[in-house]
T-cell receptor, first 111, second 115 residues
Framework: KAGVTQTPRYLIKTRGQQVTLSCSPISGHRSVSWYQQTPGQGLQFLFEYFSETQRNKGNFPGRFSGRQFSNSRSEMNVSTLELGDSALYLC??????????FGSGTRLTVV | KQEVTQIPAALSVPEGENLVLNCSFTDSAIYNLQWFRQDPGKGLTSLLLIQSSQREQTSGRLNASLDKSSGRSTLYIAASQPGDSATYLCAVYPEGGTSYGKLTFGQGTILTVHP
């Protein structure tokens, strides 16, 4: 079966711009979570969506937002990009919330 | 606040060795624990998921154990191979049966297996 698909794989953006990342979960998985991974901070939880509702949110500024569509696909948006937003953004999906499968990630570079 | 620590931070071994990676967590009130591997620049691949009622899981050359009372999990890799070289991460699920997506990860152990 198809895994978690994240697009695009790589992005280069300029400070001040905004960016949208996409995540398609495994078929039948309704919970989608997003994480930011950096060398200094490791993996940090951004937010989780289930049935188009945000159920949980990490400690990130309001520039980071997300949404989930009726087909469970999810997008995250970062506005007014900063250099520190450069990271690998990972999406994970789960059917029950008791075991997560991760995608390959989107590498965002802000210049 | 849950904190997860992985020891050692890095490990270099010759091919064929058996090895143990450690994961400890400060709050023993966890539900599940999951081990992942991550290759450079890639996503996370799930290795083993130890569910709430379990104390151990095995898959091929991998065996993971969980002792909630002591706040520890170990990942045992038998007969290591160069292809095992990667970063190994453990993640804990908060108690309650539903994590709402929020797993707490350790910083990982970077494993290098040389021929």
């Amino acid at each position: 079966k198809a895994g978690v698909t994240q697009t695009p794989r790589y992005l280069i953006k300029t400070r001040g711009q905004q960016v949208t990342l996409s995540c398609s979960p495994i078929s039948g998985h309704r919970s989608v979570s997003w994480y930011q991974q950096t060398p200094g901070q490791g993996l940090q939880f951004l937010f989780e969506y289930f049935s188009e509702t945000q159920r949980n949110k990490g400690n990130f500024p309001g520039r980071f937002s997300g949404r989930q569509f009726s087909n469970s696909r999810s997008e995250m948006n970062v506005s007014t990009l900063e250099l520190g937003d450069s990271a690998l953004y990972l999406c994970a999906s789960s059917r029950t919330g008791l075991g997560y499968t991760f995608g390959s990630g989107t590498r965002l570079t802000v210049v | 606040k849950q904190e997860v620590t992985q020891i050692p931070a890095a490990l270099s071994v010759p091919e064929g060795e058996n090895l143990v990676l450690n994961c400890s967590f400060t709050d023993s009130a966890i539900y599940n624990l999951q081990w992942f591997r991550q290759d450079p620049g890639k996503g996370l691949t799930s290795l083993l998921l130890i569910q709430s009622s379990q104390r151990e899981q095995t898959s091929g050359r991998l065996n993971a154990s969980l002792d909630k009372s002591s706040g520890r999990s170990t990942l045992y890799i038998a007969a290591s191979q160069p292809g095992d070289s990667a970063t190994y991460l453990c993640a804990v699920y908060p108690e309650g049966g539903t994590s709402y997506g929020k797993l707490t990860f350790g910083q990982g152990t970077i494993l290098t297996v040389h021929p």
